[in-house]
């Protein structure tokens, strides 16, 4: 079983950050592909960013961003703590959502659609006033 816990939501003003972490763990699991998702309320949850994390991109540099997120977050990895990070810059009050990290454990053809991740974390929730 595969546990995702993410931390590091909270209020804060327009234009201001929040650094988002999701820490993985659980016995012997396999990792594809790490992947951030939002949900504003009475609206579709939505990809943010991913990151591929198998034993062979475990050191890759690609990440995939949702274009109405690109140049303000980051997503990023920690090997050893099993942990990703999504840093979030400039923040808009239309990024109030409920954050969720989820894991792919195979490909299945992109990084972006929710039906290609197996697990999922419970949520942060992320408040930005204007």
């Known amino acids: 079983q595969v546990q995702l816990v993410e931390s590091g939501g909270g209020l804060v003003q327009a234009g201001g950050s929040l650094r988002l972490s999701c820490e993985a763990s659980g016995r012997a699991f396999r990792r594809y592909a790490m992947g951030w998702f939002r949900q504003a309320p009475g609206k579709e949850r939505e990809f943010v960013a991913a990151?591929?994390?198998?034993?062979?991109?475990?050191?890759?540099?690609?990440?995939y961003y949702a274009d109405s997120v690109k140049g303000r977050f980051t997503i990023s990895r920690d090997n050893a703590k099993n942990t990703v990070y999504l840093q979030m810059n400039s923040l808009k009050p239309e990024d109030t959502a409920v954050y969720y990290c989820?894991?792919?454990?195979?490909?299945?053809?992109?990084?972006?659609?929710?039906?290609?991740?197996?697990?999922w974390g419970q949520g942060t929730q992320v408040t930005v006033s204007s």
């Open positions: 990151i591929p994390w198998s034993a062979i991109t475990a050191y890759s540099a690609t990440t």
């Open positions: 989820a894991l792919a454990d195979r490909y299945r053809g992109s990084y972006s659609r929710i039906d290609e991740y197996d697990y």
